[in-house]
């Protein structure tokens, strides 16, 4: 597409890089056709070209986005559907981002909004606070019906039942290989993940161990900052990110390092993108070298190879793919694969590049168009009558597991099973984990 | 902008803009008008997007009867209409002018009825052409017309502009396969034409409202023919080290009595673009033809040797059949990549033209002499086997006057697509594109009867303006329309 930004324009670094994928949109259109939010709403201001368009408006003409705007870039998931869609190599991630940041910049949003992102910008990246946040919500869940706002209540019901202890496991510390070292990585042990559920970490060290590795738990190493990064706060994203950097770059260059190991998708994008994110920063050398090393756990998995599988029940899997795994990152057979090769059968549900509706903090955000992508989502699922979901991020397995009674489990904790860890828990506490006699359906 | 004038938008429409859009947001849903300038942007432009042109508002309705509301509105208040589907268009069919109000059937996505006895599906026109024949993937049945922008385009963008694909050598066109449709009229009746059953008497209104460009009513239902899903199909790839021998063996396999199903183009820019993009392993030659077969494996297996024969007496450098689904793959992948890889090399013009089949090496030739006259590089990409001709010429958009230079090789091309026996577009339509290179292609008594045919079924003229017809030709019917009551 033609671009119209003056010199001056392009002198700002993030601009340029905008102006250079705008150039290669072409507006075919084709990315509309995979778009979640495109889908649900059929207005193509809410697709990728619309939103590519409403960004190109506002940066061009140095804008003050209005509240019309605004609402069509906040409704965009992130999902990067569109990116795997496009023909023409767009990178849409880089452009939104830009977006946000130009928007958090400009754009004054209503009280209630701005305290409710200071508020999620200040919980969910601290495991501790979050943990408190939990408690207090399942307390205050009963009264959730009082509540006007449809996304304080959506946070409520967000809130499980079980609201695990702290890990001894995720406190800076050094696992050792179960046999010959093959390899030395580092665990990036989240934030929100670990106050939700502790079990993925413990089975992601596990199934390390087992395969040969020493995993590392960093001193200093915390949220990657995703999840203030896709609210366009630069300062706090780029701050915990470098944290991270500085974390794990002090065990590279200390007993060296062979991949940084991420279990959360969604971590994963952000932390492969460091080098874009910090390239401005004084550690940009070193975050391009934590990007090179980040690798998912599945990943690092095909690359060690299962050893000694059929441990575990040879049950029916439906494997959620999340967007961030096989958009953001473009990783989508080796999960399978993997499950497969632990002796589990596998299924897809139909549409399977089409987001749940979790999207970090999208289904706080968003609850409508959120529920109605999770309703779909699971429609699909269900309709392939699996035994247990799997999935490889916390967001997706919180959101898909508030609608169903089919145990929801992450894919490291079937693959750890299956290699002699424990059963996992959501498939013990299962009544029965029988074949869903569900009849045929048509979405 | 550039070269293709747009009529001055009306005043007095302009002047009523508030009223209009009152007039639609009480008449229809909330959620359905969409009117500020910040959003009706998006709307400005289809795939063409060398034109641009936010409309007045834009409508989304959810049914038929949403659709025949707003055009009711928009004709008691005779505000021009401009019909869109998925915007991907590359003849500007979908471009607004600024008096107009867009009405976008996208949101009508139902599957209404799949019959497998009877052959045929009845769908709202703003599913995706790909996604009927996903619905009808487990029943071993497919929608046939596949245009490359399958994914993303329309029912009814194909049926406005009679959509075509690689397999339409085989199988036709969108008209071939069109049954039926449900289509709103100017006025906002709501009329029904054909239908599953085979038989037709009286007037192929069907034939006529295929193909029509949005100039004689919205259609939002389509009844469409679904063909089973041959036993097997295979390609072969065969390269040559000249376009003109390439040519020449398309026309000796048609000419042969074979009838595949696709018979594509790629010349060697596409290629090398191609190759750097998707790494599909094809051959650094000057054209590469791809060929698919179907039927029974031994159909194939002699439909293949029939290919070869004829391709081996023109020595080409590489004869490549599949044996396997992989192989398959493989071989279609660069064709299937070959719009994304041109649109990493920069902005093109993608054309669309016929020639007679025995007539290709003669255009290849021009096309290439016509390109180094005008100094801008043009990539052939094509279904060769119905002479469906793509040019796709690049260049900088953001350079001055290159965009003018494109168009005006375009137009040549075109010129001597209709010079050689052939026809200005075989698939895209002619939307703004090609609308002032009809007098080229038909005379004033053509021309004059088409637009007879549009005045019975729109007599204000105020459906998709200004397409199609060249301005100073239709400027008689579209004053006479304004003065009528
Ligand atoms: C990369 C690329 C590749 C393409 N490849 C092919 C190809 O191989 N073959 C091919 O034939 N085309 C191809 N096209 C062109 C385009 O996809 C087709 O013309 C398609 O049919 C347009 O469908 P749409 O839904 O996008 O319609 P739009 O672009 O929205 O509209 C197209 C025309 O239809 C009219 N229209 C839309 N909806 C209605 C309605 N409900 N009632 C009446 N009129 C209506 C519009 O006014 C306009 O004139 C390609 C386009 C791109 C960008
Ligand atoms: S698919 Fe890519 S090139 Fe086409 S409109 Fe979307 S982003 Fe632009
Ligand atoms: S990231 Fe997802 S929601 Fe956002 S525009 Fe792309 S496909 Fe749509």
């Given at each position: 597409?033609?671009t119209?930004?003056?010199?001056?324009?392009?002198?700002?670094?993030?601009?340029?890089?905008?102006?250079?994928?705008?150039?290669?949109?072409?507006?075919?259109?084709?990315?509309?056709?995979?778009?979640?939010t495109?889908?649900?709403?059929?207005?193509?201001?809410?697709?990728?070209?619309?939103?590519?368009?409403?960004?190109?408006d506002?940066?061009?003409?140095?804008?003050?986005?209005?509240?019309?705007?605004?609402?069509?870039?906040?409704?965009?998931?992130?999902?990067?559907?569109?990116?795997?869609?496009?023909?023409?190599?767009?990178?849409?991630?880089?452009?939104?981002?830009?977006?946000?940041?130009?928007?958090?910049k400009?754009?004054?949003?209503?009280?209630?909004?701005?305290?409710?992102?200071?508020?999620?910008?200040?919980?969910?990246?601290?495991?501790?606070?979050?943990?408190?946040?939990?408690?207090?919500?399942?307390?205050?869940?009963?009264?959730?019906?009082?509540?006007?706002?449809?996304?304080?209540?959506?946070?409520?019901?967000?809130?499980?039942?079980?609201?695990?202890?702290?890990s001894?496991?995720?406190?800076?510390?050094?696992?050792?290989?179960?046999g010959?070292?093959?390899?030395?990585?580092?665990?990036?042990?989240?934030?929100?993940?670990?106050?939700?559920?502790?079990?993925?970490?413990?089975?992601?060290?596990?199934?390390?161990?087992?395969?040969?590795?020493?995993?590392?738990?960093?001193?200093?190493?915390?949220?990657?900052?995703?999840?203030?990064?896709?609210?366009?706060?630069?300062?706090?994203?780029?701050?915990?990110?470098?944290?991270?950097?500085?974390?794990?770059v002090?065990?590279?260059?200390?007993?060296?390092?062979?991949?940084?190991?991420?279990?959360?998708?969604?971590?994963?994008?952000?932390?492969?993108?460091?080098?874009?994110?910090?390239?401005?920063?004084?550690i940009?050398?070193?975050?391009?070298?934590?990007?090179?090393?980040?690798?998912?756990v599945?990943?690092?998995?095909?690359?060690?190879?299962?050893?000694?599988?059929?441990?575990?029940?040879?049950?029916?899997?439906?494997?959620?793919?999340?967007?961030?795994?096989?958009?953001?990152?473009?990783?989508?057979?080796?999960?399978?694969?993997?499950?497969?090769?632990?002796?589990?059968?596998?299924?897809?549900?139909?549409?399977?590049?089409?987001?749940?509706?979790?999207?970090?903090?999208?289904?706080?955000?968003?609850?409508?168009?959120?529920?109605?992508?999770?309703?779909?989502?699971?429609?699909?699922?269900?309709?392939?009558?699996?035994?247990?979901?799997?999935?490889?991020?916390?967001?997706?397995?919180?959101?898909?597991?508030?609608?169903?009674?089919?145990?929801?489990?992450?894919?490291?904790?079937?693959?750890?099973?299956?290699?002699?860890?424990?059963?996992?828990?959501?498939?013990?506490?299962?009544?029965?984990?029988?074949?869903?006699?569900?009849?045929?359906?048509?979405? | 902008?550039?070269?293709?004038?747009?009529?001055?938008?009306?005043a007095?429409?302009?002047?009523?803009?508030?009223?209009?859009?009152?007039a639609?947001?009480?008449?229809?849903?909330?959620?359905?008008?969409?009117?500020?300038?910040?959003?009706?942007?998006?709307?400005?432009?289809?795939?063409?997007?060398?034109?641009?042109?936010?409309?007045?508002?834009?409508?989304?309705?959810?049914?038929?009867?949403e659709?025949?509301?707003?055009?009711?509105?928009?004709?008691?208040?005779?505000?021009?209409v401009?019909?869109?589907?998925?915007?991907?268009?590359?003849?500007?069919?979908?471009?607004?002018?600024?008096?107009?109000?867009?009405?976008?059937?996208?949101?009508?996505?139902?599957?209404?009825?799949?019959?497998?006895?009877?052959?045929?599906?009845?769908?709202?026109?703003?599913?995706?052409?790909?996604?009927v024949?996903?619905?009808?993937?487990?029943?071993?049945?497919?929608?046939?017309?596949?245009?490359s922008?399958?994914?993303?385009?329309?029912?009814a963008?194909?049926?406005?502009?009679?959509?075509?694909?690689?397999?339409?050598?085989?199988?036709?066109?969108?008209?071939?396969?069109?049954?039926?449709?449900?289509?709103?009229?100017?006025?906002?009746?709501?009329?029904?034409?054909?239908?599953?059953?085979p038989?037709?008497?009286?007037?192929?209104?069907?034939?006529?409202?295929?193909?029509?460009?949005?100039?004689?009513?919205?259609?939002?239902?389509?009844?469409?023919?679904?063909?089973?899903?041959?036993?097997?199909?295979?390609?072969?790839?065969?390269?040559?080290?000249?376009?003109?021998?390439?040519?020449?063996?398309?026309?000796?396999?048609i000419?042969?009595?074979?009838?595949?199903?696709?018979?594509?183009?790629?010349?060697?820019?596409?290629?090398?673009a191609?190759?750097?993009?998707?790494?599909?392993?094809?051959?650094?030659?000057?054209?590469?033809?791809?060929?698919?077969?179907?039927?029974?494996?031994?159909?194939?297996?002699?439909?293949?040797?029939r290919?070869?024969?004829?391709?081996?007496?023109l020595?080409?450098?590489?004869?490549?059949?599949?044996?396997?689904?992989?192989?398959?793959?493989?071989?279609?992948?660069?064709?299937?990549?070959?719009?994304?890889?041109?649109?990493?090399?920069?902005?093109?013009?993608?054309?669309?033209?016929?020639?007679?089949?025995?007539?290709?090496?003669?255009?290849?030739?021009?096309?290439?002499?016509?390109?180094?006259?005008?100094?801008?590089e043009?990539?052939?990409?094509?279904?060769?086997?119905?002479?469906?001709?793509?040019?796709?010429?690049?260049?900088?958009?953001?350079?001055?006057?290159?965009?003018?230079?494109?168009?005006?090789?375009g137009?040549?091309i075109?010129?001597l697509?209709?010079?050689?026996?052939?026809?200005?577009?075989?698939?895209?339509?002619?939307?703004?594109?090609?609308?002032?290179?009809?007098?080229?292609?038909?005379?004033?008594?053509?021309?004059?009867?088409?637009?007879?045919?549009?005045?019975?079924?729109?007599?204000?003229?105020?459906?998709?303006?200004?397409?199609?017809?060249?301005?100073?030709?239709?400027?008689?019917?579209?004053?006479?329309?304004?003065?009528?009551?």
């Amino acid at each position: 597409m033609q671009t119209n930004f003056t010199d001056t324009q392009l002198a700002d670094p993030a601009t340029r890089r905008s102006n250079e994928i705008l150039r290669s949109c072409v507006h075919c259109g084709f990315c509309t056709a995979t778009c979640p939010t495109y889908k649900v709403l059929g207005d193509e201001l809410d697709s990728p070209r619309g939103r590519i368009y409403l960004i190109k408006d506002m940066l061009e003409n140095n804008k003050v986005p209005d509240e019309r705007t605004v609402t069509h870039i906040d409704r965009c998931l992130s999902c990067l559907s569109c990116m795997t869609t496009c023909p023409s190599g767009v990178h849409y991630m880089h452009l939104i981002d830009h977006a946000r940041e130009y928007i958090e910049k400009t754009y004054k949003r209503r009280w209630d909004e701005r305290a409710l992102r200071w508020l999620l910008a200040k919980i969910l990246p601290y495991p501790g606070r979050f943990r408190l946040a939990l408690i207090g919500a399942r307390l205050a869940r009963p009264f959730r019906k009082l509540l006007p706002d449809a996304r304080l209540r959506a946070m409520l019901e967000m809130a499980p039942d079980f609201i695990p202890p702290a890990s001894e496991n995720d406190r800076p510390q050094s696992f050792s290989a179960i046999g010959a070292r093959r390899k030395r990585v580092a665990l990036l042990i989240g934030c929100a993940q670990r106050a939700l559920n502790t079990d993925i970490n413990d089975a992601t060290i596990r199934l390390l161990r087992r395969h040969g590795c020493e995993v590392v738990i960093p001193k200093g190493i915390g949220c990657c900052g995703a999840l203030t990064h896709h609210m366009g706060k630069v300062e706090e994203s780029h701050a915990m990110a470098a944290a991270n950097v500085r974390a794990i770059v002090h065990e590279l260059d200390g007993e060296g390092l062979d991949a940084v190991v991420i279990n959360t998708s969604g971590c994963g994008t952000t932390v492969k993108d460091y080098a874009h994110l910090l390239r401005d920063h004084p550690i940009a050398d070193d975050a391009a070298r934590v990007a090179a090393l980040a690798k998912d756990v599945t990943e690092i998995m095909a690359d060690l190879g299962l050893n000694d599988p059929f441990h575990a029940e040879p049950l029916r899997v439906a494997y959620h793919a999340a967007c961030s795994l096989q958009h953001g990152q473009q990783i989508r057979s080796a999960p399978k694969d993997l499950l497969r090769a632990a002796g589990f059968e596998v299924v897809e549900p139909r549409d399977s590049h089409i987001c749940c509706g979790s999207a970090g903090t999208y289904n706080l955000m968003q609850p409508a168009i959120s529920s109605e992508l999770k309703d779909r989502k699971l429609a699909t699922i269900e309709a392939t009558r699996p035994q247990v979901i799997s999935a490889g991020n916390i967001g997706c397995m919180m959101q898909i597991s508030s609608a169903t009674e089919i145990p929801l489990v992450h894919t490291v904790e079937l693959l750890d099973w299956a290699t002699g860890g424990p059963k996992p828990r959501s498939i013990a506490n299962a009544v029965t984990v029988k074949m869903r006699e569900l009849p045929a359906c048509r979405c | 902008m550039s070269t293709i004038a747009m009529p001055e938008p009306d005043a007095g429409v302009l002047a009523r803009a508030p009223q209009i859009i009152a007039a639609l947001e009480a008449a229809l849903p909330a959620g359905t008008v969409i009117s500020s300038p910040e959003e009706t942007r998006a709307y400005e432009c289809d795939a063409l997007t060398a034109y641009r042109c936010p409309p007045l508002a834009v409508v989304l309705p959810r049914t038929t009867e949403e659709v025949a509301t707003a055009m009711r509105v928009c004709h008691e208040l005779r505000v021009p209409v401009v019909p869109r589907g998925a915007g991907t268009s590359l003849a500007g069919g979908a471009l607004p002018t600024a008096d107009s109000v867009v009405i976008g059937t996208m949101r009508l996505r139902e599957i209404l009825e799949v019959d497998t006895a009877n052959r045929f599906i009845r769908v709202q026109t703003g599913v995706t052409n790909l996604a009927v024949s996903a619905e009808l993937e487990v029943q071993g049945f497919f929608y046939a017309p596949d245009p490359s922008s399958q994914l993303a385009c329309t029912i009814a963008g194909n049926i406005a502009m009679n959509s075509g694909g690689a397999h339409c050598l085989k199988y036709g066109v969108t008209t071939n396969n069109l049954m039926g449709v449900r289509i709103v009229m100017a006025t906002g009746d709501i009329v029904e034409l054909g239908g599953p059953l085979p038989g037709v008497s009286g007037l192929d209104l069907v034939g006529l409202i295929c193909g029509s460009e949005g100039q004689l009513a919205i259609v939002t239902e389509a009844t469409l023919r679904i063909v089973p899903k041959p036993e097997g199909a295979r390609p072969v790839l065969i390269g040559f080290d000249s376009a003109e021998t390439a040519g020449e063996c398309v026309g000796r396999i048609i000419r042969s009595g074979l009838l595949p199903v696709a018979i594509e183009y790629m010349d060697d820019v596409c290629l090398r673009a191609v190759e750097a993009f998707v790494k599909a392993g094809y051959p650094n030659c000057a054209a590469v033809l791809i060929v698919e077969v179907e039927g029974s494996e031994a159909e194939i297996d002699h439909q293949i040797e029939r290919i070869r024969l004829i391709a081996e007496e023109l020595n080409p450098v590489e004869f490549r059949a599949s044996r396997t689904a992989e192989e398959s793959l493989a071989i279609w992948k660069g064709r299937k990549s070959a719009f994304g890889a041109m649109g990493r090399l920069g902005d093109y013009l993608c054309l669309d033209g016929t020639v007679p089949v025995s007539k290709l090496p003669h255009t290849l030739k021009r096309i290439g002499e016509l390109s180094k006259a005008y100094g801008l590089e043009v990539a052939n990409v094509f279904h060769a086997g119905d002479g469906n001709m793509h040019p796709l010429i690049l260049f900088d958009a953001n350079a001055p006057g290159e965009l003018e230079r494109a168009e005006e090789f375009g137009a040549d091309i075109l010129r001597l697509c209709v010079d050689v026996g052939g026809c200005l577009t075989g698939e895209h339509g002619v939307g703004i594109e090609k609308r002032d290179l009809m007098t080229k292609q038909y005379t004033a008594d053509d021309l004059a009867i088409q637009m007879e045919i549009k005045s019975v079924f729109d007599p204000a003229w105020l459906l998709n303006p200004a397409k199609v017809f060249p301005l100073e030709v239709s400027q008689p019917h579209r004053h006479a329309a304004a003065r009528c009551p």
